[in-house]
Every structure is written in C-alpha cells, then in structure tokens.
C-alpha cells in the first residue's frame, strides 16, 4: 500500500491500448512465493485500560495512519485534520477523518515512541493476505518477534509511515536463503519481511482493464480476493 498526501493506491491498474483486454482470474496456490510485510505489536496504555494495536511498517506512506474503530477503541482524543487522499489517475478517494497523538510502547522492552496519526476508516485488508504455515527459518525462530503471530492474517490499526520510521527502525538485519524473509530490528522487536513459500493459502490479486465503445471512457476492473469491483474512470485517453 502506497499512502501520501493527496494520494492514497492501494494497487496499480493498467489501462490498455487495445480494444479489449482479456480478464485475468483470481488464483490460488499451495506453493508459491508469497510476501510478507513488516507488522509488530505495540501497547497503548489508557487510563482504564491496556490496549494491544497491530501496526504495519510502511516506508511507502510520507504520513502515518489509524484507523477510526482504533480510535474509538483505545478512547483518545482527535483532533481537526482533513487532508485530501486522491487515488489513481487523481480521483478524490475522500479526506482523513481528524488526527491523533499517541505514544505506543513495545511488547518486549521499556521503549516508547511518540506517534501522530491521521485517521482514516480503513487501513488494509487483513494481512498476511495468504496463511504461513511451517515458518521454521533457521535465522528467525528464535528471535523475539515484533509480531509472534506474522503469519496468520489479521487486520491491521496503525500504518507507520515514512515520517516516523526513522525513530522505530534499527540497523540489525538477518538474512536467510535469497526466497527467505529477512528479520529487520526494531523497538518493537524483529519484523520479518520478505518472500516465503510457506502458505497454506494465497489469493492473487489481479486485474485487468476494457476499453468503452465511446473511445474516451475506460472501465478498470479491480478484482481482489475472489470479489469484483467495477471503477468508471471519466478521462480522456491520449494515444501515444
């Protein structure tokens, strides 16, 4: 996921010259390369309660996020921000929801960050988007994971972006074999990134775009784990 100021793509669609594009179809795999992206576990700690919040590590976004329900949950006060998020081909996808300042502290150690986040309603679908199942890399299983349960999807409540990665991230990498994740350290622990053939599902995100009769429109078609959504993009085609 790529999120910005004034730009949120949550995947890339190509618009095609030709007439028609044959669609592509959602696939599943037992053995296939799968990526896993860096997820940790935080702490909140509010006045009554201790909240556990699952974040995603994405260098990718200049701003950091949460999610509304997050916000509700751990009960901290937003404040005003409505900052613009367009999508492809510059589409206004809406604006952020308000924003927050939080201080989140890792599961293993007396270290604490401070984190503004915008809101928004949703961060991601749940993550990983396949199960990873016999996940025995030699150079991983016996580091304190940021996320002990990397591997089985669940939904994601702070994207940390590129405006705060600097404060989270440590120098300390671990590689494997070259289809092996790596294991990167942070305050919240070691994130494991990267490619993994260990899954026991993986729906394939795909797509695939058909030119309308007028010759000016054109429809996307994204299809994302087996559901279908048809997007009209009004917009003169220029041909090269």
Same mark, same amino acid.
Request: hydrophobic content about 35%; aromatic content about 6%.
């Given at each position: ?77 937003? *404040? ?8 492809? !081909?510059? +589409?206004? /996808? ?6 927050? =300042? &939080? ?84 305050? *919240? ?8 053939? !260990?899954? +026991?599902? /993986? ?6 775009? =058909? &030119? ?29």
């Amino acid at each position: 996921m790529i999120l910005s100021k004034g730009r949120l793509t949550s995947a890339s669609m190509d618009c095609s010259h030709q007439q028609t594009a044959q669609p592509s179809f959602i696939g599943f795999s037992h053995s296939v390369n799968n990526v896993l992206l860096a997820t940790a576990l935080a702490c909140y700690d509010s006045p009554l309660h201790q909240h556990t919040l699952r974040l995603l590590i994405d260098t990718g976004s200049e701003l950091s996020f949460i999610t509304e329900d997050a916000v509700k949950i751990i009960g901290i006060q937003r *404040f005003s921000s409505n900052i613009p998020i367009l999508g492809i !081909s510059g +589409l206004s /996808s809406g604006h952020t929801l308000g924003k927050v =300042q &939080l201080t989140l502290k890792s599961m293993h150690r007396d270290i604490k960050m401070e984190l503004t986040a915008h809101i928004l309603r949703k961060l991601s679908s749940s993550l990983p988007s396949f199960t990873c199942i016999d996940a025995t890399w030699s150079h991983i299983n016996k580091l304190c994971l940021a996320d002990p349960d990397f591997g089985q999807p669940r939904k994601i409540d702070i994207l940390i972006g590129a405006d705060h990665y600097g404060k989270i991230i440590k120098p300390n990498i671990i590689r494997g074999l070259p289809d092996e994740p790596i294991a990167q350290l942070s305050i *919240f622990g070691w994130l494991v990134i990267g490619p993994t053939q !260990s899954c +026991l599902y /993986s729906p394939k995100v795909v797509h695939y775009a =058909q &030119l309308t009769t007028d010759g000016h429109s054109h429809e996307c078609t994204l299809t994302v784990l087996g559901s279908r959504r048809n997007t009209s993009f009004n917009q003169s085609y220029s041909h090269s």
